[in-house]
């Protein structure tokens, strides 16, 4: 019953700036990690960033010092800054986040994903 719900995505050149935003709603009891992945046509799904409640983060090589992954636990809701775009980066973009939903009492372990964000990027 937990829902994500992307935007931020469109049509940027290359060189310029993004922010994708995931909101989540529901009845959360914590979130424990939060990700971004992307699927570029004719590709499989990679791993974009994830950042840990302990806010250790991971990026893949290929965007290491252009974009920023970041969560606002209070707002359930993860970032993803994206600078210096690339043609290359073109891909629909999804958030997943690792959550626990019930309260004290009643808990259940979900793996829940956004609906995609397109972003393209121009030469």
């Known amino acids: 019953q937990v829902q994500l719900v992307e935007s931020g995505g469109g049509l940027v050149q290359a060189g310029g700036s993004l922010r994708l935003s995931c909101a989540a709603s529901?009845?959360?009891?914590?979130?424990?990690?939060m990700a971004w992945y992307r699927q570029a046509p004719e590709k499989q799904r990679e791993l974009v960033a994830i950042?840990?409640?302990?806010?250790?983060?991971n990026y893949a090589d290929s965007v290491k010092g252009r974009f920023t992954i970041s969560g606002d636990n209070a707002k359930n809701t993860v970032y993803l800054e994206m600078n210096s775009l690339k043609p290359e980066d073109t891909a629909v973009y999804y958030c997943?986040?690792?959550?626990?939903?019930?309260?004290?009492?009643?808990?259940?372990?979900?793996?829940?994903w956004g609906q995609g964000t397109l972003v393209t990027v121009s030469s």
């Open positions: 950042v840990t409640r302990g806010g250790s983060t």
């Open positions: 997943n986040y690792h959550l626990i939903q019930g309260d004290d009492i009643y808990r259940n372990d979900l793996d829940v």
């Open positions: 529901g009845n959360i009891f914590s979130i424990n990690t």
